[in-house]
């Protein structure tokens, strides 16, 4: 079974764009945000940081951290959430070699029983060790649709920052935004206007309209106005195009979408911002100009949207 093995960023010290990212296996991260979600959430709340995928290769994820709210560049305060996300990501791979040599796993895949295998589900050996601190479960509670179990303070913590089991994130409860409540969502088709990489398929036009409000209690300044905005986005219009669409309809009715504060792009405040729901606000260029042709596009965003509980049932 081959070690995993990750690539993190080489530039030294916490000076320069070292600061604030992080590389690492595409597959590793997709383990970690599966099942260290709950963690990985505290270590954004505690540390005040946003974790983006800012940009990839075919093996590697860039990850970018950003402060929550921003401080001007190269802001001391990334280091140590750098430091923090880094440790994570080794605790992780320490725990993934060892499922490895456990169970014959790669990047924690369960292997397929032999065939003619006798047992059920139902008969293997509980789980002992907690998903979320790795130790001994302690107090075990075990949640009631998914039937995941934690240590009782683990996953209490974790419930606490996420209603969603931190394994199969399944979400308990709905998690509703701060976006202004007077926003539209307009969509259109377009069958002459095929995306790249979907050429067999029209286009999906999404508008996004809000009008000039004032900040309510729920954002960072309240009283305080801000412009309105339009941000137009596009999807293809192939089945999974649509499912996706079906997602961010959904995402936008719980105010998920934008929120308000200041613009990573502009640097502005008390403006509207889109809010980790990544769209691609261009028909081309590829990801690097937020458009087209970017082949795992849609399998993100849909985790992205499922992070925030946004799923087809």
Known sequence: VPAVSFVLSRMSGCGGPAKSRVTVPKRVWEFVTRERAARLALLAQEARVRILVDGETPELYVLQLCATPPGPPGSAGLCPARKALKALLKETEKELKKRSQRHGEVLGARPEPPAGAAGAPGDEEPERQCPICLGEMR??????????????????????????????????????????????????????????????????????????GVQGVEHPNPGVRYPGTTRVAYLPDCPEGNKVLGLFRKAFAQRLTFTVGTS??????????????????????????????????????????????????
């Open 139 to 212: 107090g075990p509670r075990t949640l009631e649709r998914c039937r995941h179990s934690f240590c009782g303070e683990c996953i209490a913590r974790a419930l606490q920052v996420r209603s969603a089991c931190p394994v199969c994130g399944r979400f308990y409860g709905q998690l509703v935004g701060n976006q202004p409540p007077d926003g539209r969502m307009l969509v259109t088709r377009d069958a002459a206007l095929p995306l790249p990489g979907y050429e067999a398929f029209g286009t999906i036009i999404i508008q996004y309209v809000f009008p000039p």
């Open 264 to 313: 990573l792009t502009t640097g502005r405040a008390n403006v509207i911002t889109w809010n980790d729901i990544h769209h691609k606000t261009n028909c081309t260029g590829g990801p690097q100009l937020f458009g087209y042709p970017d082949p795992t596009y849609l399998a993100r965003v849909q985790e992205e949207l499922r992070a925030k509980g946004i799923t087809e049932d």
